[in-house]
């Protein structure tokens, strides 16, 4: 889905306001202020993510907590507040690794690339990521900043699967080269570090001291000082810190609603929509709301108690507009309940889309919809002021995760409300919705981002199918074709495009409270507290232009999905090991799938940067019947069945 066009009128603002009240931006520089690390001087917060940015806390999972003093400045002088950050007790477990390399040549280095995963686990990787309490080696890719000057390119390191929740890893960079193949030498602070003890009075003394535990770790494992370029070590989230903070409200808010229905109101019934939809019915659902301001507008915050939980203030509610499409099948054979997930920045509106109506009439659901408050069509201007200050970052997150109650209420209006008003019953009295099949989900792109998150958390859905999907908003940013307009927020005021590698870096700490990414681990077979085990079948479209399918692979390789083989076609797809690390199976699978289909459009760049040729099939699958009718197939039985003839999907546009 492309951006509203109300999104061109704000940025129009946005500029006009940055244009009268900020100075031009300061010539980028080193930085190194207080709790900046001395290790990367190209600018604080580098080498990201570290321990240097945590303190002990023997209150949490990890015994670590995020303590970060420094942040970013935008171009009006606003630093970033790092409180919410500092909730943490560790950093996200997609979190790219970043660092400033002058000169360096991943290529001459060795470093692996996109195209082929499997070498980042060789013995002699210049790039070495350890588990140090396992001794796990993990994979990921290596690129420069496609998007920055050469003077400004962050070294990103990508996970290849997401890191282990509160896992301790330390990182080596070794043997680094530059372009004419000569050795790059460490910069003169870790240097010294590597050299003789310093005394208690040098200013790198205690930097010092945190790096000989790094480097005991690296050499317990394998890696030696030898060419040693940089090297530090970071903990990632626990489980608790991503996810429990919406596992309070959410077991807080079902505890109290206990086995009825939520409170809804039928607004609007409109029958006779069109030849496969028999009625369209739109109303409100009322859920608790755990947001700062009652009523939850956009700009709004979580609500937290004194424990630093989420509370809901007194008689707060959120009213969740829904929408519901009725298949004329229903009344014949009742469908069956499922939850539809809207694209980028959408509304429940999407739901009367001609692929969605096509879903419900040849395979008989009844879908329906809310919005995902945080990144819907009303949140588009507060999304904006939150890219001009990261601080804000927080009112996108926090509504997020209200989203994810508000659609769970919905969920439960459906299966246990909705059948006994006689907007969802024929002319006899009866329900049009089949009360023996369960709750299912089906979302494209941007519903299949949340809707993987939205699995994790169900105490209700047991099978989602997700369009289109992938996980990591700080994968997927700059190689959407999505985000060129929003970019123009950050260059305003984020310029320099090392502060913004590491502003989308620290704003997916908070994204992970709402998105895919921080639920990942638990989406399918291990799921969280009072919620049951989960199978997803994710539908990725080769050569997406929107929705990054190298974040998809990310996404399947850490829920243990299988992939449809044979995926595409020869020669179709760039890797060295297509699919790198992801099991296949042929004709059928029961479990966790991802089925890859082809309209032939050209394999995405390489670098982390949109594509710009071909067209684009991010709509494709969901326009076909036969990906429809194996979706369908799925989420009654489990089963992903063949609907490719034992060949690879292809669509023909």
């Given at each position: 889905m492309r951006l509203p066009q109300r999104t061109l009128s704000a940025l129009a603002a946005v500029a006009a306001s940055a244009a009268l009240l900020a100075a031009p931006p300061p010539a980028a520089a080193a930085d190194t202020g207080a709790g900046c690390d001395p290790i990367d001087p190209a600018a604080c917060l580098l080498p990201f993510p570290s321990d240097w940015y945590t303190v002990a806390d023997g209150g949490t999972a990890t015994g670590r907590r995020v303590h970060m003093q420094t942040t970013l400045k935008n171009a009006l002088g606003i630093p970033v507040s790092p409180g919410e950050w500092n909730r943490s007790d560790g950093f996200s477990p997609g979190s790219p690794l970043l660092l400033r390399v002058p000169g360096v040549d991943p290529t001459r280095s060795g470093a692996a690339p996109i195209t082929d995963i499997g070498s980042s686990l060789d013995a002699d990787a210049p790039i070495v990521i350890v588990d140090t309490a396992t001794g796990e080696r993990w994979p990921y890719w290596a690129e420069l900043d496609a998007n920055a000057p050469d003077d400004r390119k962050a070294l990103i390191v990508r996970p290849a699967k997401n890191f282990r929740e509160g896992h301790h890893y330390a990182v080596a960079f070794r043997n680094?080269?530059?372009?004419?193949?000569?050795l790059i030498r460490p910069n003169a602070a870790f240097a010294k570090?590597?050299?003789?003890?310093?005394?208690s009075g040098d200013p790198l003394a205690k930097r010092q001291r945190a790096e000989k535990k790094v480097l005991a770790a690296l050499q317990a494992n394998g890696v030696s000082r030898d060419g040693l370029y940089l090297a530090w070590d970071f903990t990632v989230a626990s489980r608790q810190s991503l996810a429990g903070p919406y596992l309070h409200l959410r077991?807080?808010?079902?505890?109290?609603?206990?086995?009825?229905?939520?409170s809804f109101l039928v607004t609007q019934v409109t029958n006779d929509v069109d030849d496969k939809i028999a009625r369209e019915v739109r109303g409100v659902v009322w859920a608790p709301s755990y947001l700062d301001q009652y009523g939850g507008?956009?700009?709004?915050?979580?609500?937290?108690?004194w424990d630093g939980q989420p509370s809901q203030l007194p008689g707060n509610s959120q009213a969740v507009p829904f929408q519901c499409e009725i298949p004329k099948s229903a009344f014949t054979d009742p469908a069956r309940p499922a939850l539809y997930g809207h694209g980028l920045?959408?509304?429940?509106?999407?739901?009367?889309?001609?692929?969605?109506?096509?879903?419900?009439?040849?395979?008989?659901?009844?879908?329906?919809a809310t919005r995902w408050i945080g990144m819907s069509e009303e949140d588009v201007p507060n999304v904006i002021t939150a890219l001009a200050d990261l601080t804000r970052f927080r009112t996108v997150a926090d509504r997020l995760q209200q989203s994810l109650l508000n659609f769970t209420f919905l969920g439960r209006a459906m299966t246990r409300g909705f059948a006994g008003n006689k907007a969802f019953q024929n002319d006899a009295g009866t329900s049009l919705i089949d009360p023996k099949a369960e709750l299912t989900y089906d979302g494209n792109s941007q519903g299949g981002?949340?809707?993987?998150?939205?699995?994790?958390v169900s105490p209700d859905i047991r099978r989602a199918v997700l369009g289109v999907p992938a996980m990591n908003y700080s994968t997927l940013l700059n190689r959407s074709a999505d985000f060129p307009e929003y970019a123009q927020v950050l260059d305003l005021f984020y310029p320099d495009k090392l502060d913004q590698q590491i502003g989308i870096a620290l704003i997916q700490m908070l994204w992970d409270r709402g998105e895919a990414n921080g639920y990942a681990w638990h989406m399918t077979g291990d799921p969280l507290p009072n919620t049951p085990k989960h199978?997803?079948?994710m539908h990725v479209a080769f050569g997406d232009h929107q929705v990054a399918p190298v974040a998809a692979e990310v996404e399947a390789r850490t829920i243990g999905a299988h992939i449809h083989a044979p995926a595409v076609r020869p020669g179709r797809n760039p890797d060295k090991v297509p699919y790198w690390g992801i099991p296949t199976f042929g004709s059928s699978y029961d479990g966790s799938a991802m089925v890859v289909w082809d309209s032939g459009s050209p394999a995405p760049p390489l670098t982390n940067t949109p594509p710009t040729q071909g067209r684009d099939p991010h709509s494709d699958p969901r326009n076909n019947a036969d990906a429809r009718r194996q979706k369908a197939t799925f989420l009654k039985t489990g089963t992903v069945v063949d609907v490719c003839g034992g060949g690879p999907c292809v669509i023909i546009p």
């Open positions: 680094l080269r530059d372009a004419s193949g000569n570090i590597l050299g003789a003890d310093l005394p077991d807080e808010a079902l505890r109290k609603l206990g086995d009825r229905s939520p507008l956009p700009g709004s915050s979580l609500h937290r108690g920045l959408g509304s429940e509106g999407e739901v009367d889309a001609g692929n969605v109506k096509s879903m419900a009439a040849e395979h008989g659901f009844m879908f329906c981002i949340m809707g993987g998150a939205l699995t994790a199978r997803v079948l």
